[in-house]
């Protein structure tokens, strides 16, 4: 159920509970109310009016937070690998690969590539990044906790 009040959509989640919560949800100040299934539209209704100050603030701050702008990854912009930062610089060749030089990191990419299509490149080169560190780790902690891992996998 959606309400509409002071024209902020609000969605209405009835669920087997005993209290009525309202959450406003990051990062676009999303409004939820959870209400318990044997409470009427009308009370869960006045509830929400009772509360139309605290949400406009809440949303109000969200509206005003600072956004990081859409990443295109060229030079210029920052990327972490294990929690360090490195400024990416931008070079064009006919193949993909990044390398981390100091606090550089050399992106290689085709010099038509999309923002979407860099975004991809990293994403399975962090993969491949992070299943190397796996392999290296999984037999210390195998040793150390006794226990004898049947398999793994990555995922996004």
């Known amino acids: 159920m959606m309400l509409n009040i002071s024209g902020i959509p609000i969605e209405v989640c ?8 309202l959450y406003v949800k990051p990062p676009n100040g999303n409004v939820t109310v959870s209400a318990p299934l044997s409470m009427s539209d009308m009370a869960i209704e006045r509830f929400v009016r009772t509360k139309t100050s605290w949400i406009k603030n809440q949303v109000s701050k969200f509206d005003h937070q600072p956004r990081q702008s859409e990443r295109e990854y060229i030079s210029g912009e920052t990327m972490y690998v294990w929690g360090r930062q490195y400024y990416i610089q931008t070079e064009f060749s006919n193949t993909n690969s990044i390398v981390l030089s100091g606090d550089k990191a050399v992106l290689t990419v085709r010099k038509e590539s999309t923002s979407e299509q860099r975004e991809n490149f990293l994403r399975e080169w962090y993969r491949i990044l992070l299943k190397e560190e796996i392999v290296k780790q999984l037999p210390k902690w195998e040793e150390k906790t ?6 793994w996998q990555t995922k996004y």
């Open 146 to 151: 006794g226990l004898k891992a049947s398999g």
């Open 14 to 21: 009835k669920k087997d509970i005993k209290n009525m919560h």
